[in-house]
């Protein structure tokens, strides 16, 4: 069975800090109770424990009837390794240069072999020389690679409200970015 996520990425590839970052992220998320403060079996990977959707994830989002009240698959998963966090439907492998705005894609996405393994943090614009974390560069939709990430499975048939996604940016720290994707996981129960 297929599911929806959203997911938010730091715009940083290397989070100081992580994983501690991700348990403050998650106590602030289970007090405004976006989701459940104990892990259940309710996410996709692994042995599927994630945090469950809360009542207060209604007040984060913009469509909240579209959010999986009810679903076996509704949890929130915390990655803490290197990721690479792209739409799973049609994405297009288009960025830009914020320099010098010329189409630099295919080589910018090659050049994930060596961000993967932490080789490097930062991409070289091929036309101009301009160098940054990758996160910086143009991307014609949206994407995210760090050793952070916060999945929410079966949530991706809304979006986070922009103040929501602004405190969550100010509490993390960092500034985010909203990635939307599908996953297989287990069938109903």
Same mark, same amino acid.
């Given at each position: ?64 009837? &579209? ?8 949890? !929130? ?23 010098? &705005? ?56 809304? &979006? ?11 509490? !993390? ?17």
């Amino acid at each position: 069975m297929e599911y929806s996520q959203l997911i938010l990425v730091p715009q940083l590839s290397s989070v100081p800090g992580h994983q501690a970052l991700a348990g403050r992220m998650l106590r602030w998320l289970a007090q405004r109770q976006v989701v459940e403060a104990l892990p259940s079996t309710c996410g996709l990977r692994g042995n599927r424990m994630a945090y469950a959707i809360g009542p207060g994830a209604r007040q984060v989002v913009e469509h909240p009837d &579209r959010l999986p009240f009810g679903q076996p698959v509704s949890g !929130l998963e915390l990655v803490d390794k290197r990721c690479i966090y792209t739409p799973t439907r049609n994405f297009l492998h288009e960025a830009g240069c914020p320099e010098c &705005r010329q189409e630099i894609g295919e080589p910018l996405f090659e050049s994930l072999e060596e961000w993967w393994p932490g080789t490097t943090d930062n991409f070289t614009c091929p036309e101009c020389g301009f160098e940054d974390d990758i996160n910086g560069f143009l991307f014609l939709q949206p994407c995210g690679f760090s050793n952070l990430g916060f999945i929410f499975n079966g949530w991706g048939d809304t &979006r986070f409200t922009e103040g929501f996604l602004d405190a969550f940016g100010e509490r !993390l720290g960092f500034a985010v970015r909203q990635v939307w994707t599908h996953a297989e996981g287990p069938a109903p129960r």
